[in-house]
């Protein structure tokens, strides 16, 4: 979870229209920040469940979120296995979803990590340390081809080609261990005009491998629909990204459980296979404020999607 301002954390939770008894999940606990609003809008009798497969985040926000004792349960596991995990702790369904995708802050600036184009650290990028793919592993094994192609899908980058050619090249003589090393290698591919403008040259490439290690969009893309699934009627989901791919798939998957499928011609009656899911609250995304983006640039490409599931 990127800190966001005050305005996008209460804009997400409140989406939920939060009942004080309900039950509720918090796919990316992060720092804590959506949880502990989320906490404060429930009685003793509400529950809130907190996904994070980041250790060190569940670590933290047991201290930060202590005072609710019972009240939230710690699930430390890839949200892409919500409702196995919630099937175990004998949950079958729940008032409301929040997802807030992306990197933490902690993680960015936290350089062992291996998250940040700004410091050298090793190559790494895992958000669950236990996990045996690394941002190393992909740069030096994976072939020319794989590279070019989650180069130009996840990072949407137009040097693709040029920057694989460029790891390739260095890789025969020695791997590249560091985020410093990857850098360098970069910049080096990329065309000295092409690095003056539209910010970090590295920023698209470390996207794109942060995505792969962490297999990011095919897990939300399944966890969405789990998430949906699991609703009840009138339980919202809540999801804000950070990438146009995520939205994307936000979008179409929302979009797809509020329409009906093609009818049979002839049916006298709609049957409950073909009425729709959901219900999209917001037909346009909400987006920070000017004013919220002054005072935190990370929440520059976040766009906050909220749809209800229907009473059948």
Not at 216 to 243: D, K, M, N, W, Y
Request: proline content about 6%; some cysteine.
């Amino acid at each position: 979870m990127f800190q966001h301002t005050t305005v996008l954390l209460k804009e997400a939770v409140d989406g939920l229209n939060i009942r004080p008894d309900g039950i509720y999940v918090d796919c990316t606990l992060g720092s804590g920040g959506h949880s502990e609003y989320l906490l404060s809008r429930l009685s003793e009798h509400g529950k809130l469940f907190a996904f994070d497969q980041d250790e060190a985040a569940i670590m933290h926000a047991r201290e930060r979120l202590a005072r609710y004792g019972r009240q939230v349960q710690f699930v430390h596991r890839n949200f892409r296995f919500l409702q196995e995990e919630l099937s175990v702790l004998g949950v079958k369904s729940v008032d409301g979803v929040l997802f807030d995708l992306g990197v933490s802050s902690p993680q960015l600036d936290e350089p062992e990590r291996g998250f940040s184009y700004q410091h050298d650290a090793p190559l790494d990028m895992r958000m669950n340390r236990k996990q045996r793919l690394t941002a190393a592993e992909i740069v030096n094994c994976w072939p020319y081809e794989e590279l070019v192609r989650i180069f130009f899908r996840y990072g949407e980058e137009r040097f693709s080609k040029q920057v694989a050619r460029k790891i390739e090249e260095v890789r025969r003589t020695r791997p590249i261990k560091t985020t410093g090393e990857l850098v360098d290698v970069i910049k080096a591919a990329i065309p000295a005009p092409a690095r003056r403008s539209g910010g970090h040259p590295a920023k698209r490439i470390f996207q794109a491998l942060r995505i792969a290690v962490n297999d990011e969009l095919e897990a939300f893309r399944e966890a969405l629909e789990q998430a949906i699934e699991l609703l009840a009627p009138g339980g919202r989901v809540s999801v804000i990204t950070f990438h146009s791919l995520e939205d994307r798939i936000c979008k179409e998957t929302f979009k797809k459980a509020s329409e009906s499928p093609p009818l049979p011609p002839g049916l006298p009656v709609l049957p409950d296979d073909y009425r729709p899911v959901l219900k999209i609250i917001t037909k346009k995304p909400i987006v920070p404020s000017e004013e919220e983006l002054e005072r935190n640039h990370r929440a520059r490409s976040a766009k906050l999607r909220i749809a209800e599931k229907l009473k059948l």
